[in-house]
């Protein structure tokens, strides 16, 4: 009998090919997947180099030993009635850093760029899922759950307040996990182009900030009030997500039921907020086109605000000092290590004399620190150009030459340093409520103002160096040398410059108390720009008869 069509057997059904020839994942089955994918990427960037096992793995301990001590001394605080006010404004402090170091650290987890799974067929709800449970794999998210687990030990009294403990240390958890991936994901175009790869450079910055904060914090928690002086501050963040998960733990302690249950509320709430925003994030990237994919339009007027004819150019002057002002105020702004170098000297020199004020442990004097850092900007001016020096250096033929543009430069620096010099001055004495010492600190600090330009202004012509604008290196390699010499050598000439107009001041201090004071602030501006003058005045030949050698040094970048 002949066999009919009917009679042969069904085919099993293809599976869905995707790119790769795997075939599609349900979606029940795609969190398995994510956190297999997310351990393959961890295993495989150890292997590249023992150098970079190595440091895993002695940041993997640090860390743990950090979480072990912080989980003890949270435990150990069971009882005390001001423990609540310190786990929240902890866990407060905590959720900051997850909120701001993707931004900063873009490239320490490669699952964070969503965009490399836009070409799979994947929808945003199940992808959402996997990408928060891959998420809680590391060594941050250990270390949070520590700190949280921490201080719910230290805050559960009672069976209701574990209760609620089982539920807000997981969901402080997840809060900063969702944070720190709707922020990546909301910034993912930025995060993965050139510019928003030298946002890392500024992590210095916020480094430097945070120490600072934190010192501030020691030394009030070393204050006669103790914990006590946490109290204001913990009143507030206990009610901000995901801290509030952690200050329901202090509430049902209490017996706040309803407390509680109004904070749990708001983290839960925050979590669906942040998940839903993660998820509109990712389908606007995932659905969207490129930026850099689409025809450049450009906007009408746009063309005549960023020309040099501009209103505040306009105030510039004119011939070769104009023009070389403009352009080193322009690389201040354009080139991404010189703006990081701005921003950390401009916040570090006003944040140190204010914070040391705001302790009472500071003297008006420390605003000569924001002369220092302003200072420094002096040194290796031809440096920051890099390769491109060479073109400046088709400009420069005579001693004269070379001293118009080191001043236009010293001029760039100063519209900024000076003034800044001085509302740091004025902002620590008011502080400080010290005018009577204003004149001189002032005289001071300009003095070193002016003796920081003029030594940099020589160190420039002497000691050049090259800036890599790749890379999180500030000095090329072989240059480290001459990048020390240039500038501790030249912050030590500037301090023995300045000793004239120190000992003066020292003198006319311990001298009879009608000691005209204020007559330090006008010498010392009158110091400062003597110094200023004579350090370009030798710098100028210095820098003609070096100019080969600086192209060469500052080339190498």
């Known amino acids: ?324 002002m403009q352009r080193t105020l322009r690389y201040g702004w354009r080139d991404p290590k010189t703006k990081a170098a701005w921003i950390t000297s401009l916040t570090l020199g006003l944040i140190v004399p204010l914070f040391n004020a705001l302790q009472g442990t500071g003297s008006i004097y420390f605003a000569c620190f924001a002369s220092s850092m302003l200072g420094l900007h002096m040194y290796n001016q031809f440096g920051q150009d890099s390769s491109g020096f060479w073109m400046v250096a088709q400009t420069i033929s005579t001693p004269r030459e070379a001293y118009l543009e080191l001043r236009a430069r010293a001029l760039a620096t100063l519209v900024i340093t000076l003034p800044y010099t001085v509302l740091v001055t004025v902002a620590t004495a008011a502080v400080l409520d010290d005018w009577q010492a204003l004149p001189e600190a002032l005289g001071l600090a300009l003095a070193l103002l002016g003796a920081m330009t003029g030594t940099g202004a020589w160190a420039s012509a002497r000691y050049p160096y090259s800036i890599p604008h790749e890379g999180h290196r500030n000095v090329a390699p072989g240059q480290a040398g001459l990048a020390c010499a240039s500038i501790f050598g030249g912050m030590l000439g500037s301090a023995l410059l300045c000793a004239p107009v120190i000992a003066l001041t020292i003198w006319m201090n311990v001298a009879d108390a009608g000691k005209p004071l204020w007559l330090v602030l006008p010498l010392g501006l009158v110091y400062g720009a003597v110094m200023t003058w004579g350090g370009l005045r030798l710098a100028g030949p210095r820098t003609a008869e070096r100019l080969p050698e600086i192209l060469t040094a500052v080339s190498k970048g």
């Open 1 to 324: 009998m002949t066999a009919s069509v009917f009679d042969a057997p069904t085919p099993a059904p293809a599976p869905r090919p995707v790119t790769g020839g795997a075939s599609v994942p349900e979606p029940g089955s795609l969190t398995p997947v994510f956190v297999r994918l997310k351990l393959t990427l961890l295993a495989n960037g150890l292997r590249q180099s023992s150098g970079r096992k190595a440091a895993f793995v002695s940041s993997a301990v640090l860390t743990l030993l950090l979480a072990a001590g912080q989980l003890a001394g949270l435990v150990l605080l069971r009882g005390n009635p001001h423990a609540g006010s310190l786990v929240v404004l902890l866990v407060g402090v905590l959720a900051l850093g997850w909120m701001f170091m993707p931004l900063f650290v873009p490239s320490g987890d490669e699952t964070l760029d969503p965009t490399r799974l836009v070409m799979l067929p994947l929808h945003p709800a199940p992808l959402v899922r996997a990408l928060l449970v891959a998420s809680l794999v590391g060594i941050g998210p250990l270390f949070t759950l520590c700190l949280v687990l921490g201080g719910a030990l230290a805050l559960a009294h009672g069976a209701v307040a574990v209760l609620v403990a089982m539920v807000a240390v997981p969901l402080s958890l997840l809060v900063c996990v969702a944070l720190a991936r709707a922020v990546a994901t909301a910034n993912t175009r930025l995060l993965s182009s050139r510019k928003g790869r030298d946002l890392a450079v500024l992590s210095g910055l916020v480094i430097a900030v945070g120490i600072q904060l934190v010192n501030f914090g020691v030394q009030r928690l070393s204050a006669p009030g103790g914990l006590t002086t946490l109290d204001p501050a913990a009143a507030v963040v206990r009610w901000t997500p995901p801290a509030s998960a952690i200050g329901a733990i202090e509430s049902a302690s209490a017996g706040a039921y309803g407390a509680a249950l109004g904070q749990l509320a708001l983290s839960a709430g925050a979590l669906f907020a942040l998940l839903y925003a993660w998820q509109h994030s990712l389908t606007r990237l995932m659905t969207a086109p490129d930026g850099s994919t689409l025809a450049a339009a450009t906007e009408p007027g746009r063309r005549g605000k960023d020309t040099p004819s501009g209103a505040g150019w306009r105030l510039l002057p004119g011939g070769r000092t104009g023009a070389v």
